[in-house]
């Protein structure tokens, strides 16, 4: 009979869901409802793995776009600070005589009679001479070394230049001459031979003003001395580099000379250019010794005696080197 059939028993697979999950599924991921639980659960993987990806390719976008923009505004940033930092000097330099260590004084008149009593004799200062006849303080043992090559030898003066540069970038001075160089006859014909003096810390090089283009080194400890300065140096500065000095020696044999200034070639990134380095806003100048000398002193251990004037050809009498 039809009374007492038994009504029928639900679907396992209806039992495996509860109508809360069933309304989470139709609120959240609507189009992930299905009666079959297999089926919607694999909507549900699918639709949560696409929400993965697509936050993880907006996530990768945004973060591209962000390193873009941001190497974009470091590029930009660094080319306003080359800018700027190549607004300003290369570099700066600084030069002043070498008034501490001369070799020899040379006077444009000789000593007369009653002058030459006082000055032969015992060792004597010879600053007070300098200064009372208007000697220049000069140098010899560098002009006087054969390794030098220099022609016509005479005495040379000294400054000690120091170049700095406060720039980020790196530059490299790669040439130095004398810039506007004139000359005449010497007027000196007298000169007093004293001991040398010694100096350190600078790197010393020499111009012969018969080779105005060409910088020698004469640092006596450099295996390179008396040769191009520049076929084996540079000067680096920049980017954190130290401060560099030069003692430059300028000879001129048997002329005077002035010239404007010390012209640098230097390169950087933008580069070959060139600076001149001047003598405070000034020129330079130096003095040689006439071809025909009239009295030449020599400062001896005994005291200072008289020598036979040499031509310039010949070493001086108290040149021992």
């Not at 699918?46 to 962000?66: D, P, Q, Y």
């Not at 200062?125 to 208007?134: F, L, M, Q, S």
């Not at 001149?276 to 200072?304: C, H, L, P």
């Amino acid at each position: 009979m039809a009374d007492s059939e038994t009504p029928p028993s639900p679907s396992p697979r209806s039992s495996d869901t509860s109508p809360l999950m069933d309304d989470v599924v139709a609120g959240v991921v609507p189009e992930a409802a299905d009666a079959d639980p297999r089926r919607r659960n694999r909507k549900i993987l699918i639709r949560l793995c696409w929400v993965v990806v697509s936050s993880l390719v907006l996530f990768l976008t945004a973060k591209g776009a962000e390193w873009l923009t941001a190497e974009h505004n470091a590029e930009v940033a660094n080319e306003a600070d080359d800018k700027v930092d190549r607004q300003g000097p290369a570099f700066s330099a600084s030069a002043r005589a070498d008034t501490d260590t001369f070799e020899a004084t040379l006077f444009d008149r000789p000593f007369s009679a009653e002058e030459k009593k006082l000055l032969i004799g015992a060792r004597k200062d010879i600053a007070p001479y300098r200064t009372a006849h208007h000697g220049r303080g000069v140098f010899l043992n560098d002009v006087w070394d054969e390794r030098m090559g220099v022609e016509t030898r005479g005495y040379a003066q000294a400054w000690m230049v120091d170049i700095l540069s406060d720039r980020k970038a790196t530059l490299v001075i790669n040439g130095l001459r004398m810039k506007g160089l004139e000359c005449v006859p010497a007027k000196a014909t007298t000169v007093i031979i004293h001991p040398d003096g010694r100096v350190g810390n600078y790197d010393g090089v020499l111009f012969d003003t018969a080779r105005p283009d060409t910088l020698l080194i004469a640092d006596g400890a450099d295996k390179h001395y008396g040769e191009p300065f520049f076929k084996h140096k540079s000067i680096d500065l920049g980017n954190g580099a130290p401060p560099r000095g030069l003692r430059i020696q300028v000879t001129s044999g048997t002329q005077d000379c002035t010239w404007k200034a010390f012209e640098v070639t230097y390169v950087d990134s933008d580069g070959t250019h060139t600076r001149d380095i001047t003598n405070n806003g000034e020129g330079f100048a130096v003095r040689g010794i006439a071809e025909k000398q009239k009295q030449v002193f020599d400062v001896s251990e005994s005291g200072i005696v008289e020598c036979a004037p040499k031509p310039p050809t010949s070493r001086p009498c108290g040149y021992k080197y």
